[in-house]
């Protein structure tokens, strides 16, 4: 479901890990667009049996896929490349995305609609809320505890048993010293809030 940056990278997993048969879904799809050699529909199939994968890049756009996947009981995929690492007694819900040469450490939980994005490390014993987004190469250290709908920027890092509220936004490269109890925009290093209303514990 979509066509944008995300959709792609998750085709490129997807094919690597051996489905043979993609077909995105986008309202606003050109006719007779396509990806490589398959199809971009506006609307979704009715013959065929899919598996369904939410590819919005925005988070909550992507839970909102989730939920009508789940609402019309359609199969929802979960996406793991065959170069990413996935320690013993991790749980990955429907609808996750863990790109190329990601690594998810023991005994951590990801929530639905996940994405752990290319060369991303989220460590052990880690909680990871529905529609978290760790960007190419973040870091999330362990013991951490992400609410939903998170968006750790590119190389942005977390030290060890850090809690970040949901709708926390970190900027790239930003670092994470402290737990985050209020939504908002962080930057910097360490992260300071640049937008909204949240503030550091």
């Known amino acids: 479901m979509g066509f944008g940056g995300h959709a792609r990278s998750v085709a490129d997993v997807a094919l690597r890990a051996g489905y043979s048969q993609l077909l995105f879904v986008d ?8 990806f490589l050699e398959f ?26 896929q989730l939920r009508s996947l789940e609402f019309a009981s359609l199969p929802v995929a ?11 007694g991790t749980t990955i819900a429907p609808g996750c995305f863990i790109g190329h040469h990601a690594h ?15 060369g991303a490390i989220v460590e052990h ?10 960007s190419v190469h973040a870091s999330v250290a362990g013991y951490c505890n992400l609410g939903d ?16 509220a949901c709708d926390v936004t970190i900027g790239a490269g930003g670092v994470v010293i402290k ?18 209303f949240g503030k550091l514990s």
């Open 27 to 34: 309202e606003n799809a050109k006719d007779g667009e396509m």
């Open 39 to 64: 199809p971009v529909r506006r609307f979704m199939p009715s013959e065929g049996s899919w598996l369904y994968m939410p590819c919005a890049g925005d988070n909550s756009l992507r839970l909102a």
């Open 78 to 88: 979960t996406i793991v490349s065959s170069t990413a690492t996935i320690a013993p």
């Open 104 to 118: 998810v450490g023991p005994l951590t939980r990801l929530a639905a609609g996940c994405i752990i994005n290319t």
């Open 125 to 134: 014993d880690c909680t990871i809320g529905e529609g978290c987004h760790v």
């Open 149 to 164: 709908r998170v968006f750790l920027g590119v190389g942005s890092s977390v030290i060890d048993r850090i809690s970040i």
């Open 179 to 196: 737990s985050i109890v209020e939504p908002g925009v962080y930057a910097g290093v360490p992260v300071r809030l640049v937008s909204g």
